[in-house]
């Protein structure tokens, strides 16, 4: 079973919409991280947490928020979707070594 | 503002020769460099980390080198497959950045022809 993974996959939704993305890790790392890849600019961090009780903002948090429900779990919501959020989203987990795991990704389209 | 650059512009090369990358950043002081590799629809995965203090390091056919004077990292593939063909990322780590966070550059592309 894959250390990271993501649900969904691929998501289309409207304006306007709440969407929630999940991320759960059997790694057991503290450091759990998300972020947004668009075409040609690398990855861009959203949002970090290094415990359960630990969040913070990342470079473009704006749109975004996240929870950290148990050390394995970490969500990404999207309050209110617009179409400039559609991008593939990771989420990442690191240990102490600062090495970070990522999951495969999901793809979110908003119409 | 801070940067890091890499080249957008694909690398074709063919098999058997070396792939060099170059990972460039400007106003950073970094405590560390990592490189990852990235498939098409996956994940980034870890391939190797460089400390500020490192010159060189290796790991089977990959090698990269990290010169903090120049403020460039350079990752090479040895003996380069057509399986190496993906989107190579550089990523920092600023000191004393809370927790070493990393910031990523936009990668660059591969393409080993056989």
């Known amino acids: 079973d894959a250390d990271v993974t993501q649900t969904p996959r691929n998501r289309i939704t409207k304006t306007g919409k709440r969407i929630m993305l999940e991320c759960s890790q059997t790694?057991?790392?503290?450091?759990m991280y998300w972020y947004r890849q668009d075409p040609g600019l690398g990855l861009q961090l959203i949002y970090y947490?290094?415990?359960?009780?630990?969040?913070n903002k990342g470079e473009i948090s704006d749109g975004y928020s996240v929870s950290r429900q148990a050390q394995a779990k970490f969500s990404l919501s999207l309050e209110s979707a617009i179409p400039n959020q559609t991008a593939l989203y990771f989420c990442?987990?690191?240990?102490?070594?600062?090495?970070?795991?990522f999951g495969p990704g999901t793809r979110l389209t908003v119409l | 503002s801070q940067k890091i650059e890499q080249n957008s512009e694909a690398l074709n090369i063919q098999e058997g020769k070396t792939a060099t990358l170059t990972c460039n950043y400007t106003?950073?002081?970094?405590?560390?460099l990592q490189w990852y590799r990235q498939d098409p629809g996956r994940g980034p995965v870890f391939l190797l980390l460089?400390?500020?203090?490192?010159k060189e390091k290796r790991k089977e056919r990959l090698k990269v080198t990290f010169d903090t004077t120049l403020k460039q990292s350079l990752f090479h593939i040895t003996a380069s497959q057509p399986a190496d063909s993906a989107t190579y990322l550089c990523?920092?780590?600023?000191?004393?950045?809370?927790?070493?966070?990393?910031?990523f550059g936009g990668g660059t592309r591969v393409l080993v022809k056989p």
């Open positions: 990442a987990t690191s240990d102490f070594k600062n090495e970070q795991f």
């Open positions: 790694k057991g790392h503290d450091r």
């Open positions: 947490s290094f415990d359960v009780k630990d969040i």
């Open positions: 106003n950073y002081s970094p405590a560390y």
């Open positions: 460089i400390r500020e203090n490192e």
């Open positions: 990523a920092l780590a600023r000191i004393k950045a809370a927790g070493n966070k990393l910031t």
